[in-house]
């Protein structure tokens, strides 16, 4: 446990924990009792403080709302089965939203700040954190412009606000994948290793044409050439093939994920090789083809592993081995699953104890 800075707390006067079903959590469909709100002006983190969930009041020139100058962060609270509140690693997402921060000229976020802020809401909403096999508290920490001013600059008043979100047990059938060879979710030199809002808008339109042509997520592959894969959706990407567990380096057009670098750890201390490396749709197609292609699958803080059941390239479904088949996804997901929810010790210290 850290220090804590200290800030007002101004409590709802009855929680709403009662009106949720604890047994149909649905993800994005309710919100905890509590948010905590920094204000940046002059220069300065100031009023930081704790307050009941509810509506902000902004001007309708507010340059976020026009520009996109925003960043977040996601990460997961888990129940332990002593009642402990567990996170996973928060202080890699409290560097990335400080990465994120300076590619977009936003103020840098003490880690203080995150910390403190992030605890003492988990404390308050604790019981919001669900107890049944799988589920979890999604927490949601974003940064924002907060000018009133349709000016194009760099904003000078920001609000950093964390909420939480409980969250249904995230089961994924294995998924099928189009290998995205027209649009681009990231160009060296842009912002595709930010967090950040344009990112998500931006590959929206791509998404819904692969859904409308039965896919359930897109393979997303560099600028340009599209010879080389990046990420899928919004996960990053691994493949095993012929026992080699392969996926593109966390460049400037690749989200360096905590659930990628947590996957490499095990993976490495497993024996397994790792390669990171470009990976190319050729090798991958021709992996399938010839029975190289062992496994392939995102990763990241939703689902923390998406198998991918069936790759689309130029026309052709390409299925991959049965889900029967992918152990070493299988053996990541449950181990994963092991250290969140405190059933095995932490050797690697990603948990962070409320
Ligand atoms: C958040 C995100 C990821 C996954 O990161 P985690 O830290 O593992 O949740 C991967 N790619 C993109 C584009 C993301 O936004």
């Not at 936003?106 to 919001?128: G, Q, V, Y």
């Not at 460049?251 to 090789?273: K, N």
């Not at 991959?320 to 250290?339: A, F, H, N, T, Y």
Request: one cysteine or more.
């Amino acid at each position: 446990m850290i220090d804590t800075l200290q800030f007002p707390i101004t409590q709802v006067a009855k929680s709403r924990i009662k009106e949720l079903d604890m047994d149909n959590v649905q993800f994005g469909k309710s919100y905890s009792d509590h948010m905590f709100m920094a204000d940046y002006v002059d220069g300065q983190w100031k009023d930081l403080r704790i307050v009941p969930y509810g509506n902000l009041s902004m001007s309708p020139a507010n340059t976020t709302l026009h520009y996109g100058q925003s960043i977040f962060e996601g990460m997961k609270a888990y129940k332990a089965e002593n009642g402990d509140v567990l996170v996973f690693r928060p202080e890699k997402n409290a560097a990335r939203l400080n990465k994120s921060a300076e590619r977009m000229c936003i103020p840098e976020i003490p880690e203080e700040m995150f910390m403190s802020a992030l605890t003492e809401l988990l404390k308050l909403d604790r019981d919001w954190v669900p107890n049944k096999p799988g589920t979890s508290l999604y927490i949601r920490p974003f940064v924002f412009g907060n000018d009133p001013f349709v000016g194009i600059r760099s904003s000078l008043t920001y609000q950093f606000i964390i909420f939480t979100s409980p969250a249904g047990a995230y089961y994924s059938r294995p998924v099928k994948v189009k290998v995205e060879t027209k649009y681009t979710r990231a160009a060296p030199g842009g912002t595709g290793s930010a967090k950040t809002a344009g990112n998500y808008a931006a590959a929206l339109y791509p998404m819904v044409q692969g859904q409308k042509a039965g896919y359930d997520q897109l393979l997303w592959t560099n600028a340009g050439s599209h010879e080389y894969f990046e990420e899928s959706g919004t996960m990053n990407v691994l493949f095993l093939l012929d026992g080699v567990l392969c996926t593109a380096p966390a460049s400037e057009t690749i989200l360096d994920g905590v659930t990628r670098d947590s996957v490499l750890t095990l993976a490495r201390e497993w024996g397994y090789p790792v390669e990171e490396r470009k990976v190319s749709v050729k090798e991958v197609i021709e992996g399938v083809k010839n029975g190289k292609l062992q496994e392939a699958f995102g990763v990241g803080t939703a689902a923390t592993i998406a198998k991918i059941s069936h790759i689309g390239y130029e026309g052709v479904d390409y299925a991959l081995p049965g889900e029967e088949q992918m152990v070493l996804s299988q053996r990541l997901l449950k181990s994963l699953d092991d250290i969140k929810y405190g059933k095995v010790e932490d050797t690697h210290g990603w948990i962070y104890r409320i």
